[in-house]
């Protein structure tokens, strides 16, 4: 069955970098568009960046463009979200979602598996 693990939060202080990896497995990886989405206390669930099968087309949240950057490696079948110059508003959830079809999107409702999150908190 599909199965996305996300991994590589942690606690950081403001300007550092983390590095959240998704590992794949369940279906064939290189045919799907991949996300990511975070979801702060008290707050709804919400985009963060994605990448379409390729990895030739990414699409980033404003609050993040120039920050975060998406990747994501066939071989491995994970995902990969680089961020840089965190900034406290940058903590929540963040989770790994696949897609519906092999291109990129925005909105939640083009993903259908999701991870269980993994936590990053940043420290002013």
């Known amino acids: 069955q599909v199965e996305l693990v996300e991994s590589g939060g942690g606690l950081v202080q403001a300007g550092g970098s983390l590095r959240l990896s998704c590992a794949a497995s369940?279906?064939?990886?290189?045919?799907?568009?991949m996300g990511w989405f975070r979801q702060a206390p008290g707050k709804e669930r919400e985009f963060v960046a994605t990448?379409?099968?390729?990895?030739?087309?990414?699409y980033y949240a404003d609050s993040v463009k120039g920050r975060f950057t998406i990747s994501r490696d066939r071989a491995k079948s994970t995902a990969y979200l680089q961020m840089n110059a965190l900034k406290p508003e940058d903590t929540a959830v963040y989770y790994c979602?696949?897609?519906?079809?092999?291109?990129?999107?925005?909105?939640?409702?083009?993903?259908?598996?999701w991870g269980q999150g993994t936590q990053v908190t940043v420290s002013s």
């Open positions: 990448i379409d099968w390729s990895g030739g087309r990414t």
């Open positions: 369940g279906f064939l990886f290189s045919s799907y568009g």
């Open positions: 979602a696949r897609g519906r079809s092999s291109s990129s999107y925005s909105s939640q409702s083009q993903y259908n598996y």
